[in-house]
């Protein structure tokens, strides 16, 4: 109850809170079974979280403090200020012991991809904290030194008087550290296989799914239960429906995060994108009346649809009321024209002249009466995104006569597989067999081992690759070759996954 009556003074006052006090609110957040806050900014609110660590270490004076920790994309943020407090603002980690959650396995501690060089780079080696309160799972034991040394895990953090806080995010699996669908309420720190959801989550960190280790050593789900306070961190629109099931939906092995809905002192702080598939936020309707904005029924209309599974104009008055949506019809009359009024809005977003349509007026469509020749200027991070995403829109606005110019922002290098350079290399070998460089590029793809990073001339060969598929695609498109744009920017040129 202390824990939250002082987190409550640290997160109250911001934007967005649900008061549980307040009976208004209450009332929107009736199907929430998860104390949680949404902000504008993963690092605003990362830095309020950081707050209520700092505040605990501080006031614990007369033992450890006991931090449990995760790692991934969510705590970077909290990292990042807990080092900040630390070099500005004195904030001591001398009386603090941290467990990490996980450790894939099989891994070594030096690979760029483990937990243990994670925590190193984002926290460990930027704060005061002796080397010997560390703990984070091994990942490289042998198969039977694995038993003993959970246990060991286990023991550690009951005999420091439990976990006193414990930071989480949350896979798209619902897994906490990596207990995943089918653990137990009562598991403890174990051996266990990754799910291939969460194993293709981590491809893009091991360049490749067949090389992400299949298991990992975590804490169990009793482990985390036993924490005195707990928050979990999600960030971004591809975890809403995952928090939304977590917050609102049973308790069940299937999502193991709900089994937090049964911990006393629990927070999950999010973002707009992360918690906007939370009823209150995603479907108002069904939790309070609602002021009936244009963008609102625009949802309203499209969300009923998809649950009746019927077109705009198939809707009926019975399916507005028996899903919530009887408000609606009031504010517009008849079903018969909120129907046409909302085909019509879907109607005008269609065209067939992306730039606009020369000499006709289109004062009710989503372009100019009058529309000149223009010039557009496409963005594309990688070279490909402007095809994959846009392709039928580029061409249309090539053959209506406006001037296209594309803007390749990096080279794309990364995107190029080792077998698709390869099959270059050869070629070339073929013509110039005795070609040093070629044989060295080709020698170093031959003998890549986990964690390598490329070489600058084959990160070079890679994002050439990308070049000349661009240009070909701007040949196919008509598209005059001045007018495609390699501008490199060089925040991808590490040769690592983590960007610049
Ligand atoms: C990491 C851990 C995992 C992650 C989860 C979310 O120690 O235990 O449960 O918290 O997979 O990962 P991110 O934050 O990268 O989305």
């Known amino acids: 109850m202390l824990f939250l009556l002082m987190t409550d003074a640290i997160f109250m006052g911001q934007t967005n809170t649900i008061n549980h006090e307040s009976p208004g609110k209450f009332q929107e957040a009736r199907f929430e079974k998860i104390h949680n806050l949404s902000y504008s900014s993963a690092t605003e609110s990362s830095k309020l979280v950081a707050n209520e660590i700092a505040h605990l270490i501080k006031t614990t004076v007369d033992r450890k403090f006991v931090l449990g920790l995760a790692t991934g994309s969510s705590p970077i943020d909290v990292y990042k200020e807990l080092v900040w407090l630390h070099q500005n603002e004195n904030l001591s980690f001398k009386n603090v012991v941290t467990f990490n959650l996980d450790e894939y396995y099989p891994i070594s501690p030096k690979e760029a991809q483990s937990y243990h060089h994670f925590m190193r780079v984002h926290l460990f080696d930027h704060i005061d904290i002796p080397k010997d309160q560390i703990n984070?799972?091994?990942?490289?034991?042998?198969?039977?030194?694995?038993?003993?040394?959970c246990k060991m895990y286990e023991n550690k953090i009951a005999s420091l008087g439990g976990l006193d806080y414990q930071l989480l995010g949350i896979g798209r699996t619902a897994h906490i550290g990596f207990n995943e669908p089918g653990s137990?309420?009562?598991?403890?720190?174990?051996?266990?296989?990754?799910d291939p959801l969460t194993l293709n989550d981590a491809a893009k960190d091991f360049n490749g799914v067949e090389k992400v280790p299949k298991k990992a050593i975590t804490m169990g789900i009793n482990t985390i239960m036993n924490a005195k306070r707990i928050v979990l961190l999600a960030w971004g629109s591809h975890k809403a429906s995952v928090v939304a099931k977590t917050i609102e939906g049973p308790i069940s092995e299937v999502a193991p995060a709900s089994f937090l809905q049964e911990h006393p002192n629990v927070t999950f702080i999010l973002d707009k994108e992360a918690s906007s598939d939370l009823t209150r936020i995603n479907t108002p309707?069904?939790?309070?009346?609602?002021?009936?904005?244009?963008?609102?029924?625009?949802?309203?209309?499209?969300?009923?649809?998809?649950?009746?599974?019927?077109?705009?104009?198939?809707l009926t008055p019975r399916d507005y009321s028996e899903n919530g949506l009887s408000g609606l019809i009031n504010t517009y009359g008849s079903v018969y024209d909120l129907n046409i009024w909302m085909f019509n809005q879907v109607q005008k977003t269609i065209t067939g002249w992306p730039g606009g349509k020369p000499k006709f007026s289109d004062e009710n469509r989503p372009e100019r009466a009058n529309p000149s020749s223009k010039r557009s200027l496409i963005f594309s991070p990688h070279p490909v995104d402007d095809i994959i995403s846009m392709g039928g829109t580029i061409s249309r606005l090539i053959e209506q006569g406006h001037q296209v110019h594309i803007a390749y922002q990096t080279s794309g290098s990364r995107g190029v597989s080792n077998e698709h350079a390869l099959r270059y290399i050869e070629v070339y070998l073929q013509?110039?067999?005795?070609?040093?460089?070629?044989?060295?590029?080709?020698?170093?793809?031959?003998?890549?081992?986990?964690?390598?990073?490329?070489?600058?001339?084959?990160?070079?060969?890679?994002?050439?690759?990308?070049?000349?598929?661009?240009?070909?695609?701007?040949?196919?498109?008509?598209?005059?070759?001045?007018?495609?744009?390699?501008?490199n920017l060089p925040f991808y040129e590490n040769g690592i996954t983590k960007k610049k």
């Not at 137990?184 to 990754?194: A, I, M």
């Not at 067999?433 to 070489?455: A, M, R, V, W, Y």
């Not at 990308?466 to 007018?483: D, G, Y």
């Open 136 to 149: 984070i799972p091994k990942g490289n034991l042998t198969p039977d030194e694995i038993r003993d040394y």
């Open 184 to 194: 137990h309420r009562n598991s403890v720190t174990r051996l266990v296989t990754l």
């Open 285 to 314: 309707w069904l939790v309070l009346d609602c002021e009936w904005t244009e963008v609102l029924t625009k949802k309203a209309v499209f969300w009923l649809c998809k649950r009746v599974s019927k077109s705009i104009l198939k």
């Open 431 to 487: 013509i110039e067999p005795d070609q040093l460089n070629f044989q060295q590029l080709k020698n170093e793809i031959l003998n890549t081992k986990e964690g390598h990073i490329d070489s600058v001339a084959l990160r070079e060969l890679k994002g050439f690759i990308r070049v000349s598929e661009s240009l070909e695609s701007a040949r196919l498109l008509n598209l005059p070759k001045e007018n495609v744009h390699f501008l």
